[in-house]
């Protein structure tokens, strides 16, 4: 069935345990996280048999659906209608709301179970966690944790370049590290895990200048598409092509370059300007902007064009690879966002390729 993301599996594998032995060679712990992939059940068995320390989403209900041998870990600060759930599907989650602390310690303690906490601080990409500078209240979310006897005060995370694109640097993370050293200090508590950031640390964990005291880093595009997010570039040694797009062309047709008439907005709100470039070979495959991002998409053929798309149709020039007709499949790269919306949408059918048959 078309269209479907293809998830070649080895591939997958070779960068899950090439990041992981990353992470283990400079001293700290991986949280490979399944988010981007909605915790896909495959992709997930194969994680489950690396040497990753913690299988990590933001959705308890992907989480639900992780194999249960490696610690769970919830990557998004816990509603507090949804308690009962994280508790009975992670092992450890982040907050940031002495409130939500306060219910999860209640839900941990009526399942019998003891709940790992990870006090998120806000360095300054201003997404969730309690602001750095804000002393009291990080005192008020760690002193919240330890009141319940069923948590455990496991650690302090950060988030960065996800909402305000700030960099991790030696001073932001530095400042996380003290942090967490003055809660050991003032507590007298252990506080072993101290979670520097996502994929956009590749770049100081793989020129070693992570700050001493960062004890792990939480993974997901570094090993699906071999990023390293915070330079922007592909990762030597790491594959870049884990997945495939293939979509189905409906339609071939010579038409015009520019609409014919008065133009307003499109169907998302848009104005849009298209420049007269002649008569044009046009095809519409079968996927649009519900199933997927159709700036994230790179055609492996160089000749094809992405001109844009409609909710259901992706419109592109056929002019320079005029071989193609109705009925044949035209195959992309993914980048993060069209590979989170293929597998987030249930018209995208799943697909996996291994050194084994092909599996449909």
Do not use: W
């Amino acid at each position: 069935m078309y269209p479907r993301i293809i998830a070649d599996l080895d591939r997958l594998r070779e960068n899950m345990e090439r990041m992981v032995a990353l992470c283990h060679a400079h001293g700290l712990s991986a949280a490979l996280v399944t988010k981007c992939v909605c915790a896909d059940a495959r992709i997930a068995a194969v994680m489950a048999e690396t040497d990753a320390d913690f299988l990590a989403d933001s959705r308890v209900e992907n989480l639900a659906r992780l194999p249960q041998n490696k610690p769970r870990y919830l990557l998004r600060v816990a509603q507090p209608s949804e308690v009962e759930d994280v508790v009975r599907h992670a092992e450890i989650s982040q907050q940031s709301e002495p409130y939500t602390v306060r219910l999860l310690g209640e839900a941990a303690a009526r399942q019998g179970k003891q709940h790992k906490v990870v006090l998120m601080v806000d360095m300054g990409d201003l997404r969730e966690g309690v602001f750095f500078r804000d002393t009291e209240a990080i005192h008020a979310l760690a002193e919240a944790v330890i009141a319940c006897p069923a948590l455990t005060l496991y650690g302090v995370g950060v988030n960065m370049t996800c909402f305000g694109g700030v960099l991790p640097s030696e001073g932001n993370l530095s400042g996380l590290v003290r942090i967490a050293e003055e809660l050991r200090q003032r507590y007298g508590l252990p506080i072993p895990f101290v979670s520097g950031g996502n994929s956009s640390a590749l770049t100081m964990l793989r020129e070693g200048t992570l700050p001493k005291g960062i004890t792990n880093l939480r993974i997901g595009e570094g090993y699906l598409l071999g990023n390293d997010t915070g330079a922007l570039v592909p990762m030597e040694g790491f594959h870049t092509d884990c997945f495939t797009l293939e979509a189905q062309l409906v339609e071939v047709k010579r038409k015009p370059s520019k609409p014919i008439g008065d133009c307003g907005a499109n169907a998302f709100g848009e104005k849009v300007e298209f420049p007269d470039r002649g008569e044009m070979l046009r095809g519409i495959c079968a996927i649009g902007r519900q199933d997927i991002v159709p700036g994230g998409l790179l055609p492996h053929d160089a000749r094809i064009e992405i001109l844009g798309a409609s909710s259901d149709h992706l419109i592109v020039n056929l002019t320079d690879a005029p071989g193609y007709k109705v009925g044949d499949v035209l195959s992309f790269n993914v980048d993060y966002g069209a590979l989170l919306h293929a597998y987030t949408g249930s018209y995208v059918s799943k697909a996996y390729r291994t050194a084994s048959p092909f599996i449909g």
